[in-house]
């Protein structure tokens, strides 16, 4: 099982970043998919999720308006859109897959970081 996040670099506020995240060894269209981030110091938060069956999302609060996250089950890839950035979008940004209990997988993170 792999889950390989990328996208992320250095971006000035306001402006966008598209993240990708490219799954294999397991049926990726059965998984729901969610995106995470950790900024230095502090704990792990969740982003928004994209459910299997049927694609239904569910995004924090504070992404809401500027984050979208799709998925393609033809690539295995889900993907996080995130626009209007700020500084305190800066952080680790991680991709999990979850089915049920007991099958859970992360991605190494790619890092975004949003500065002048």
């Known amino acids: 099982v792999q889950l390989v996040e990328s996208g992320g670099g250095l971006v000035q506020p306001g402006g966008s970043l598209r993240l990708s995240c490219a799954a294999s060894?397991?049926?990726?269209?059965?998984?729901?998919m969610s995106w995470h981030r950790q900024a230095p110091g502090k704990e792990r938060e969740w982003v928004a999720t994209?459910?299997?069956?049927?694609?239904?999302?569910n995004y924090a609060d504070s992404m809401k308006g500027r984050f979208t996250i799709s998925r393609d089950n033809d690539k295995n890839t889900v993907y996080l859109q995130m626009n209007s950035l700020k500084p305190e979008d800066t952080a680790m940004y991680y991709c999990?897959?979850?089915?049920?209990?007991?099958?859970?997988?992360w991605g190494q993170g790619t890092q975004v970081t949003v500065s002048s």
């Open positions: 060894g397991f049926t990726f269209s059965t998984y729901s």
């Open positions: 999990r897959a979850r089915r049920g209990t007991g099958y859970e997988y």
């Open positions: 994209i459910r299997s069956a049927g694609g239904s999302t």
